[in-house]
């Protein structure tokens, strides 16, 4: 995620570079033709603003369609964060509520909460490296048993494997009685909320916006940037300022190449890219909270934005 | 699901075909006759400029209506995916959390969780065939009974009658003791998610988007078409270009043409055709998920994108 | 709701006949007045421009109101067809959960899923009914007892009283041991959930789109339809083919009046018109599948489209 | 909610009164100025339409908020009929359902099921009161215990107040017996329901529609009026027809003024105005329906429009 | 959260007072230029036509988005009200229900019922200051016991640690007999509630809307805004008024900064500023009403708007 107010320019135009060559060699050539007079053709104005006008249409419903991705992406790990904190925080409240039953062991109890709530750390980091489709497994080494850790590297998909095994460690405490009554009932409630993010995620993930929005636009992007300096050299001609339709031309191209850009850069929002959803910060925001609700006294260092990025 | 970012042109140009020829038709006839001098007939571009705003508002409300129901569509088979996964998790915790019970019995428990997961495969298979008006039952051989079988194929509505029979098994289950509690009370909130589910994509199969939208989308596209060479006939022919007028009407009316076929072709999700919703891929993953998840070894394969496309 | 692809020609014009008529006087009597030279009023062209897009703007709005009406009511029956069969399913499994209970009888228990099956159906009906303002309660005797159709129609609110019957019901059978445990409590949800549907329909039925906007779009067509002549005649006598005004005047008014229109009719579903939420089609389609997880064999025939219609 | 298809011509232009005053002094004077020779000022036509297109994104972005905050109160207003109605057959059948019970005490019990479901029509009206800043309490008297009333009126937040009370006494039919088991915790669900109803009403009324649209729409929309005759006199006399400008002028302005103040108009749905969502025949109606579920014979009239307007 | 109906017109120009002086320098530049015949280059006015509904995309986005994350601000703090509201009515009626049992104690419930909604009161304000970035915890020391606010000081995130807190404090009440049955399975549901929304206020602070929609946006006022008197001088100078063409530069460039700058101050909700959700007044409502509900006599003074603002 972006998080400076500006840009550096240049990156900026290597973003439309195509466009913008494109646009150049179009513009400086057919006003080459039309001032020696070797070829003048030229269109009314009136086309470049009729294809101008589909082209935005187009546009704008690439750039919602993005943005809606983009921020669903966000929300979903949003709530992430949250089921995260609210299953954690049922997890020590519930294995404590039993400290005045018969059975309650301490340390049987002490330890089954930091490993569970460990195995929702390891949960929330394995989504992350899944979704960012990287190999990085040892990051949850520290988060899980030997045996677990070595389960998990067979299994084809992580973080199902860690729902998985983390309602088996629900009712295995049920059974033994570190919990009891309805607590695995409502913890149930926050692992479904975890499964549905997850779900929602790999549909992100896994879907493109549809192809052919994509491919059209850039399509009838180019089909407007060529015709467009034949629909300006007309007037600028008919006003003895021929040459000035080259920036002209050039600069309506720039603006129109970027919206388009804009809209795609936000579409696939977990490609470890600059323009991502900012998912190593949040994982490591909610491995913080989680372990200050354990009372734990080392707690991880907060990730900040580095050169305007945070990622 | 069209998967490649480009398109063989004649693909494209085909899909549009039957509006490409018709311009042709209308802007070399028109430019012939007014060539020739027989009828000099042109109208001002600003009749060409407010039909086109008019079909645009139509265009944009379709593409827009058009891409909301392929987009629910596939939210609806993400969460297909998520409640599978979670209900054959709930199956197979729920049964193994008897294990310390009296009246537990390993051999019938491990052949109740085997047997209710494959009916939960089962019914998603259903759920393809069925909207995809197919008669490939026997795909469903594997994952049921005989009896079960041959039951369902007598059914009407075939996923639904899953639906009952994965019912009545969890409550045969809780007769017999191998779930107990609450298990059903919570297994129904998955099987209520994927009836309602079921439902959605029923009611999208069923209801196509109003033919009001579409009949006068075509409708006024063709009167665009037809229009257009009348309109641009009068300025090109003034600039002494009157020939250019006929690839400037043909590429306007291509774009056009592009803009209501691209939401057309969305409309309807669940036909078989390259821009499904990709249900056979889906189902695919959810049977390894679940296979997976059963502890089986011998998982299918997955299915990946053939030349570009995923069915 | 219209299935069919193409329109009658003359049922189109017959919808937005006055419309025309106001056009056609309008274009034909602007332009004797001008061609006799009586009256040679004539406006800017880009006064119709400006007209026009504020009333698309209207248009646009409404059209999205209307159709967002309409899909809602659409919904709100998809989800009817999912709650009802669920609901089904929750009596028929739950009552066969008790088969092996000491206080089981078979026959109290069929004939309670059959009669509160039918219940369910009969509200299904009744909604239909209600919402079409119709008066064919009779329909509804085949699926209640006696005493409970002659109550019902006493009653003002029939689906209400459905509702409230079948709830009475429900604790009846958790008196008698038909039902236990929490199975009451599960049926609930899809009592509550049918409840929540009701109350969408009546407030669908009940509140029409805002007036202003239906009155407005109205007003600002009209002062479209009779200003747009005076706005073309300019153009078209310096074309010298001023006679051509009338019918481009007349295909312009066309072009908007239709797209009022389309809105408009979509605006109030339950109407009983052709355009309606296909009513009789689902309520068909909920009988037959809710008899068939009965068990029935003598099922209704399906509804289907009669002249590309589906009521 | 006006509920009259046509409008009062005077009263539509009574609401846009100083808009349509500010337009006739500026088109009139600078007509008189222009044609006097004594100030020959105008503008080009662009100016109009680029200030128009601008104003017309503000007021479309309005509208929709304005209507959005409309349909969302009704939509509230919806969900509190079906709550209502709801957790009114709650009461009834729970009540009931205890029939078969020890303790069960048939005087008790009828008397509790009319005193808290008339505590939910108190609930009702007392919102109704509450949101239109009125202070007709003694509507709610018939409803009421003399002791819940005289308590009433001392509390600052009545609804809230009421909400306290009916909770209480649950739990007190729940320790005499006379509700029992879950009858509380499903009752919970519409108690809930009906709380956030209230909130989100009392959200939109408390929370103008953000008045920097407001006064920037105002703020632009006059300064399109009183430049749009400067932007007109220049065609219009060059067709040597200046006069004419000034109608045009005061019809365009009127077009904008009406498509401003519709919106204003919807955006606050509770102030007691003709254009209200209709409160009073809402709460009408859930008293009528709650009434007939208890079996009262003499229920109220049914509230209907008066003058095309219903309240 | 602004409340007046009209603005100061200094506090306007203000506000948009760098777009201002630019717009200004570069209309009075060109002009001056043009006049004395240095450099008359001048644009069509199609180029600005084009630019400028360019620009209008990008400022309709920016502004829908800016105002569904207000609104959406907005909302969640009225689901705080509610959800508040009803965790009070919670505590309150739960631990009276329990009156008519054996190991009930007067004096620890009522203690109880107010150490738990103060600590509710607490948790409000914490998310206010939380959100604002401010240090003014000592406001929280009058809801909490000494101990509490001790460890509440030395937490990272403190309305986290306040939901543990509260979490802790019923499971406690469960444990001694103050609540008991299914009192906190109830009360969990709001307390989720209250957490979804802690959640849902920190994606809104820590997730600026995305930077490339700000940034390109005021890139694109500034080009427009500087290229804007280019393509007016040319027919204001044809007309003989090229002076004119200064203020008009100026005022479309003032309309379409301020439509920039209407949604740059909805952006971000959180910020202390005066176009905030009103924060401090929402806290101050829902003390009241808890205060109230508790039977507390000397409540605080409702906050009312200041100058016509509301903090």
């Known amino acids: ?80 964060v949250n089921s995260s904190r609210v299953l954690a925080r049922l997890i020590i409240t519930f294995t404590d509520s039993h400290a005045h039953q018969a059975n309650y062991e301490k340390e049987r109890s002490e330890s089954f909460k930091k490993h569970l709530v460990y195995c929702c750390i390891a949960w929330v980091h394995a989504l992350r490296i899944h979704l960012r489709n990287q190999e990085t497994w040892s990051e949850l080494k520290p988060f899980l048993s030997p045996e677990d850790y070595s389960q998990l590297v067979l299994s084809q998909n992580k973080p199902n494997f860690l729902q998985l095994l983390i309602g088996k460690k629900i009712y295995q405490a049920m059974a033994n ?33 549809l192809r ?58 977990f490609e470890n890219r600059i323009t991502d959803v900012p998912l190593s910060s949040l994982c490591n925001s909610i491995e913080i909270d989680l372990k200050e609700m354990l009372g734990e006294g080392n707690l991880p260092k907060k990730l900040n934005q580095k050169d ?4």
């Not at 050299?233 to 050039?250: N, Q, T, Y």
């Not at 305007?308 to 990622?311: I, K, R």
């Open 212 to 269: 052919q929005y994509d491919f059209f636009t850039r399509l009838f992007l180019y089909v407007f940037i060529i015709l467009l300096p034949f629909a300006l050299i007309g007037d600028f001609s008919r006003m003895e300022m021929a040459g000035l339709m080259v920036p002209v031309s050039i600069l309506i191209s720039f603006v129109f190449s970027i919206q388009a850009k804009v809209g795609e850069v936000n579409e696939d929002p």
């Open 1 to 80: 995620m972006i998080l400076k107010r500006n840009f550096n320019p240049l990156k900026v135009i290597h973003y439309v570079k195509s466009e913008l060559l494109i646009s150049t060699a179009a513009s400086v050539g057919i006003w080459w033709l039309f001032e020696n007079g070797i070829a003048q053709f030229s269109l009314p104005f009136s086309i470049a603003a009729i294809l101008g006008s589909a082209l935005a249409i187009f546009i704008a419903f690439r750039n919602n369609s993005a943005y809606g991705r983009w921020w669903e992406a966000r929300k979903v790990w949003g709530g992430i």
């Open 308 to 311: 305007g990025y945070l990622y």
């Open 177 to 209: 009685g570190t919990l009891g009554g309805f607590d695995s009932f409502q913890m149930e409630g926050q692992l479904l909320a975890l499964a549905n993010y997850q779900g929602s995620c790999e549909r992100i993930k896994n879907t493109p916006l």
